[in-house]
């Protein structure tokens, strides 16, 4: 089967290859491109949690309730990536992506209409935006820099992580900047999405070989790919996505406010937040590079799983007196965790197609996954007062976490 058939990843048809070409052979034009896709993977997501106490106090919304502004995107991670490699394989990767970066628009203004319901009907928009971007990016990056995948993945998780960071250090500042409340420190991230649309345009005119033609696939005769639902290789590295999707959320959702309920400012705990979201970079640009450099990923599996384990230990012991550090350790975990997620879809898979469809997977089953983690956190506070059981719970998602990631850290390929 050729490796860009399935899953939104092209088979290269004669009048595109040149144009192709043409365009690695200038490759700044196709890092600009992802890069700036690759910013707005999580801005949209990182700018909610600092505000998410001034959301709930202008819309009246309860804990549980509070919750779903940042549950609903993340689940919509989770439905959109099932719906990803269809269109991918129906529209293209480039024109796709293309078209979520207008959606991811649209979704971030409809957030900020005065209305519960837009509200979480902007999150629905915004996270099925973002889904469509993680699901075709590691198939695009294995077709296109099959030599350099892991550098490349390190390269596009950096950015997706450098988006988040300055979209949480500035949530508070623009909200007192432009005076408008939080409504306007939301609204002015789809910007950065129209920007990388049109920045994207490019991979689009090429995706159509600059011949007004579709570049379509072209079937392999009676071949079929592997069932990677009925892999057990297949589902480690799913059930690995989605431990650390849930630890990660769960700290998106919350970690302002748990700061906050201990006494510290909100200026203070969104400023804790954002250097979280800052030390996730380091993690995120060296483990995808540590990975690809050996055959086994098990160490870096132990690593970044203690990590994580030990900042939330920090969060339940002394959560304002050591929240700097605590914030950092738990953000290089963060970061490497979600880097070696992305890269082990891209390791344990033989080619570009699978690489594709293994990443549809991961990221569906693993962001329904992460959905869940927020929404309970927050019923669990509710119920309890505390942040005590919300917090172990997360310290058993790092136990499971560390077991499914030793076996798909192994030499292995789907």
Same mark, same amino acid.
């Given at each position: 089967m050729p490796a860009d058939v399935e899953a939104g990843v092209r088979a290269p048809a004669a009048e595109g290859v040149a144009a192709r070409r043409a365009l690695l052979t200038h490759p700044a034009v196709l890092l600009v491109g992802i890069v700036l896709a690759s910013l707005n993977m999580r801005a949209a997501l990182a700018s909610v949690a600092p505000l998410v106490g001034e959301i709930s106090a202008d819309l009246g919304l309860s804990s549980t309730a509070s919750s779903l502004v940042t549950s609903v995107p993340v689940l919509f991670l989770g439905l959109g990536a099932l719906v990803a490699p269809w269109l991918g394989r129906r529209f293209g990767a480039e024109r796709v992506l293309f078209a979520a970066l207008l959606l991811l628009a /649209?979704?971030?203004?409809?957030?900020?209409?005065?209305? $519960?319901?837009?509200?979480?009907?902007?999150?629905?928009?915004?996270?099925?935006?973002?889904?469509?971007?993680? /699901?075709?990016?590691?198939?695009?990056?294995?077709?296109?820099?099959?030599?350099?995948?892991?550098?490349?993945?390190?390269?596009?998780?950096?950015?997706?992580? +450098?988006?988040?960071?300055?979209?949480?250090? @500035? +949530? /508070?500042?623009?909200?007192? @900047?432009?005076?408008?409340?939080?409504?306007?420190?939301?609204?002015?991230?789809?910007?950065?999405?129209?920007?990388?649309a049109v920045a994207w345009l490019p991979q689009v005119v090429i995706a159509r070989g600059r011949t007004g033609h579709e570049v379509r696939a072209v079937p392999a005769g009676d071949a079929r790919p592997v069932s990677l639902w009925r892999s057990p290789l297949a589902w480690q590295v799913t059930l690995f996505m989605g431990m650390q999707s849930v630890w990660t959320y769960v700290l998106i959702a919350w970690m302002p406010t748990i700061f906050t309920d201990h006494g510290?400012?909100?200026?203070? +705990?969104?400023? /804790?937040?954002?250097f979280n979201t800052l030390t996730q970079i380091v993690g995120a640009f060296a483990v995808p590079l540590l +990975?690809?450099?050996?055959?086994?990923?098990?160490?870096?599996? $132990?690593?970044?799983?203690?990590? !994580? @384990?030990?900042?939330?230990?920090?969060?339940? !012991?002394?959560?304002?007196?050591?929240?700097?550090?605590?914030?950092?350790?738990?953000? !290089?975990?963060?970061?490497?965790?979600?880097?070696?997620?992305?890269?082990?879809?891209?390791?344990?898979?033989?080619?570009?197609?699978?690489?594709?469809?293994?990443?549809?997977?991961?990221?569906?089953?693993?962001?329904?996954?992460?959905? $869940?983690?927020?929404?309970?956190?927050?019923?669990?506070?509710?119920?309890?007062?505390?942040?005590?059981?919300?917090i172990a719970l997360v310290l058993g998602v790092c136990a499971v976490a560390l077991a499914v990631g030793l076996l798909a850290a192994r030499d292995r390929v789907v």
């Open positions: /649209v979704g971030i203004l409809a957030r900020v209409l005065p209305s $519960v319901y837009a509200l979480y009907g902007g999150g629905i928009l915004v996270g099925t935006a973002i889904a469509l971007l993680n /699901v075709l990016m590691p198939g695009l990056i294995k077709r296109d820099f099959p030599d350099r995948a892991a550098a490349m993945t390190s390269v596009y998780t950096g950015a997706m992580i +450098a988006g988040a960071t300055v979209a949480a250090a @500035a +949530a /508070v500042p623009l909200e007192e @900047a432009l005076g408008c409340g939080w409504k306007a420190s939301l609204g002015v991230w789809s910007l950065l999405a129209l920007i990388a510290m400012s909100r200026s203070t +705990a969104g400023m /804790v937040f954002a +990975a690809g450099r050996t055959r086994s990923q098990r160490p870096l599996i $132990v690593l970044v799983t203690a990590l !994580v @384990a030990a900042g939330y230990v920090g969060l339940l !012991v002394a959560p304002v007196e050591g929240a700097w550090l605590w914030s950092g350790v738990l953000g !290089v975990g963060q970061g490497g965790a979600l880097g070696l997620a992305l890269t082990l879809i891209v390791l344990r898979s033989g080619d570009a197609a699978t690489a594709s469809r293994l990443s549809g997977m991961a990221q569906s089953v693993g962001y329904l996954l992460g959905a $869940v983690g927020p929404l309970a956190a927050g019923a669990l506070h509710q119920a309890t007062g505390s942040w005590t059981l919300p």
